[in-house]
């Protein structure tokens, strides 16, 4: 069965960097987009980055140039790097798989918490 499961997450001091891991029990290339969304404490979760299965990204605002996410098809996983990190970028972390046609599996999420 499909399973999506984070990895990377753990405390960090401002402006310091992590990676995170989202590896997959099955091919990553069955999934039309992947990407990771946060859900910070009383807010709603939202989009952090998207990768297609064409290659193309898309980047939310608060991180644009600050976050990477990329991909290894021969892994299963999928990365989302994160430089300059903020006190404003706590959150637990997920990733998310679409299968065509609107078909998403979820990971169990992994927490990041920025503190100096």
């Known amino acids: 069965q499909v399973q999506l499961v984070e990895s990377g997450g753990g405390l960090v001091q401002p402006g310091g960097s992590l990676r995170l891991s989202c590896a997959a029990s099955?091919?990553?290339?069955?999934?039309?987009?992947m990407g990771w969304y946060r859900q910070a404490p009383g807010k709603q979760r939202e989009l952090v980055a998207t990768?297609?299965?064409?290659?193309?990204?898309i980047y939310a605002d608060s991180v644009k140039g600050r976050f990477t996410i990329s991909r290894d098809n021969a892994k299963n996983t999928v990365y989302l790097q994160m430089n300059s990190l903020k006190f404003e970028d706590t959150a637990v972390y997920y990733c998310?798989?679409?299968?065509?046609?609107?078909?998403?599996?979820w990971g169990q999420g992994t927490h990041v918490t920025v503190s100096s």
């Open positions: 998310k798989g679409r299968r065509l046609p609107a078909d998403d599996y």
């Open positions: 099955g091919s990553i290339f069955s999934f039309y987009v």
């Open positions: 990768i297609s299965s064409g290659g193309l990204t």
